[in-house]
């Protein structure tokens, strides 16, 4: 059964700081893995997904990595901003069938300071 | 181009009733996936549509069901509400074309069982 934990589950920065987050995964066998923020009472907004051939995937400020054999993944947020204060989750899509359940980790709960 | 659309967003129930939540996929979108978040036990999968069909469950008893209608809008309904289903119930739509589209979710719809 696919596992996927986050830590640290919770980081306080000061703003411009560049800052890591990290996902590991039990189960290398899968399809991709999706990174989201999620704010206050809000849903889940789709930030990068990364196939399991990519090693990485930017999106202006962010970069996903993606170590599908040591099953690890990083979420590297450049000069931290207070509007970047969110939970982020990540999740893994298991390789077996036409199945698009997502196995979520816990997530971290980041806060940006002014 | 709209979002995944959720409603009711706030949902207030008793024990032993029973409810039914909506979502409306972003158009062209033809799977749709709901989540339970709770505080406990994080992101959890509950079921899969597309093409009006259940593709895939996750482990929730069978108080739970859902449904898919012809214009991809989905349905789910909770029977016999017991307090720990108090939840945020996500929705989360996918394309069904090409590799590795990335979900996305809706606002989600907030019960809370008295």
């Known amino acids: 059964k696919q596992e996927v934990t986050q830590i640290p589950a919770a980081l306080s920065v000061p703003e411009g700081e560049n800052l890591v987050l990290n996902c590991s995964f039990t189960d290398s066998a899968i399809y991709n893995l999706q990174w989201f923020r999620q704010d206050p009472g809000k849903g889940l907004t789709s930030l990068l997904l990364?196939?399991?051939?990519?090693r990485e995937q930017t999106s202006g400020r962010l970069n996903a990595s993606l170590d599908k054999s040591s099953g690890r993944s990083t979420l590297y947020i450049a000069a931290s901003q207070p509007g970047d204060s969110a939970t982020y989750l990540c999740?893994?899509?298991?390789?077996?069938?036409?199945?698009?359940?997502?196995?979520f980790g816990s997530g971290t709960q980041l806060t940006v300071l002014p | 181009k709209a979002g995944v659309t959720q409603t009711p967003r706030y949902l207030i129930k008793t024990r032993g009733q029973q409810v039914t939540l909506s979502c409306s996929p972003i158009s062209g979108h033809r799977s749709v996936s709901w989540y339970q978040q709770t505080p406990g036990q994080g992101l959890q999968f509950l079921f899969e549509?597309?093409?009006?069909?259940?593709?895939n469950k996750g482990n929730f008893p069978g108080r739970f069901s859902g449904r898919q209608f012809s214009n991809s809008r989905s349905e789910m309904n909770v029977s016999t509400l017991e307090l720990g289903d108090s939840a945020l119930y996500l929705c989360a739509s996918t394309k069904l074309t090409g590799r590795d589209q990335p979900q996305h979710f809706g606002d989600g719809t907030r019960l809370s069982i008295l």
């Open positions: 999740a893994v899509r298991q390789e077996k069938g036409s199945a698009r359940q997502l196995t």
């Open positions: 990364i196939q399991s051939s990519q």
């Open positions: 549509y597309f093409s009006e069909t259940q593709r």
